[in-house]
């Protein structure tokens, strides 16, 4: 391999250790319904192939989650009227099996790198199927991937409670959910 072509080669894959803690931006009304997120949340094209974006928690620079939606939220205000964290450990997500016993998710650090559109985010990981699965096998596994999305707080008081610790995770994990009206 040339020179070139290595620097052109993707990284290899890094799999989360499964100590870690998770974040996923969701919006009410477009994600959650009531006091629950709902399986649209979760596309299945993004378990297929694209990848389930999550931020990895010690990794995290809640500045670019706010942004990201602000940002997110300026497209379809309608229905993403207020910002929501889902937050759960990478272990239990991994230890999901589907009917005939397959592992379901795999979940891969994927940092993304700075462009001039968009800031670095070291803390970016992606959650997919284990192995390709059609239509409704990826259906049937995200419906074991909505549980673990169902702890959430609203953005706003996780980047007031980051903002009074030293560490973005220590005042989240002893937060009350804040579920929607």
Not at 27 to 32: A, G, L, R, S, T
Not at 54 to 79: G, M
Request: aromatic share 4%; glycine share 4%.
């Amino acid at each position: 391999m040339s020179v070139a072509e290595a620097r052109d080669a993707p990284e290899p894959v890094a799999a989360v250790p499964h100590e870690e803690w998770l974040l996923r931006l969701n919006f009410n009304p477009e994600h959650i319904h009531g006091n629950e997120v709902v399986p649209s949340a979760v596309s299945l094209t993004d378990l297929k192939s694209r990848g389930y974006s999550v931020d990895r928690e010690h990794l995290v620079d809640i500045r670019i989650v706010a942004d990201r939606a602000k940002s997110h939220a300026a497209n379809r205000p309608d229905d993403r009227k207020v910002s929501y964290l889902s937050r759960f450990e990478c272990g239990p997500v991994c230890g999901e099996t589907d009917a005939e016993g397959k592992v379901a998710f795999r979940i891969e650090a994927s940092p993304v790198i700075a462009t001039e559109a968009q800031p670095a985010n070291p803390a970016h990981a992606h959650i997919k199927s284990a192995i390709p699965r059609g239509e409704a096998g990826l259906r049937k596994i995200r419906m074991l991937l909505i549980p673990h999305l169902q702890r959430f707080i609203a953005l706003e008081e996780y980047v007031r409670n980051a903002s009074n610790d030293d560490q973005v995770g220590q005042g989240v994990s002893q937060a009350s959910d804040s579920r929607p009206d």
